[in-house]
């Protein structure tokens, strides 16, 4: 074997070693070995669904007139039915508002109720009950309220809003 060839398979076993040593080195320090893929949920503690449904009639709706104007939330109903959503029958408010609406939610439609606040560009107020046993997501419709947003522009305002966050004290239902 020439020199040339023996200082090759050196300076590449040297290079292997080292590398070895380096790995060795941060696993050791790794400081987030313990780390789990995902926290324990505490006892009692509410499971969260974060996640946006596949399609419209997977969402159940109820829609509250909170503003003084008559048939309000039979039109809003009536719109997101035809959007395909399921809706129950509107109600009156007992409570009167003057912004564009609230959302009331449980855990069991976290990433449902996102999904509504884009109808209404993220200006509606989310309301999230921990102790709510049911799916279905109240809305009520305030005075500022002028319609709901076309397809483009709730796919601009889900980017905008984001991805759900799982409520605080909740977790996540996998």
């Keep these: 074997m020439s020199f040339t060839r023996t200082r090759a398979f050196l300076v590449v076993a040297l290079l292997a070693v080292a590398a070895i040593v380096v790995v060795v080195v941060a696993l050791v320090r790794d400081t987030q070995g313990d ?9 009692g503690a509410p499971t969260a669904n974060i996640d946006i449904p596949a399609g419209a009639d997977e969402v159940k709706l109820r829609v509250f007139n909170g503003t003084k104007t008559e048939g309000v939330a039979d039109r ?12 129950q029958p509107p109600a009156e408010s007992k409570t009167k508002f003057g912004k ?22 993220g200006e509606a107020d989310p309301q ?18 002028k319609q709901l947003a076309t ?20 977790c996540a239902a996998r």
Excluded: H, M
């Design 35 to 43: 780390a789990a893929a995902g926290q324990k949920c505490p006892a």
């Design 76 to 87: 809003v109903s009536q719109e997101f039915a035809d959007r395909g959503f399921r809706t």
């Design 100 to 121: 564009v609406a609230i959302i009331r939610y449980g855990p069991k439609s976290v990433g449902a109720a996102q999904w509504i606040r884009a109808y209404f560009l």
């Design 128 to 145: 999230y009950n921990a102790k709510r046993t049911t799916d279905v997501i109240d809305i009520v419709i305030g005075a500022q309220y």
């Design 151 to 170: 397809k483009t522009e709730v796919n601009q305002s889900l980017a905008q809003l984001s991805e759900p966050k799982l409520p605080p004290g909740a």
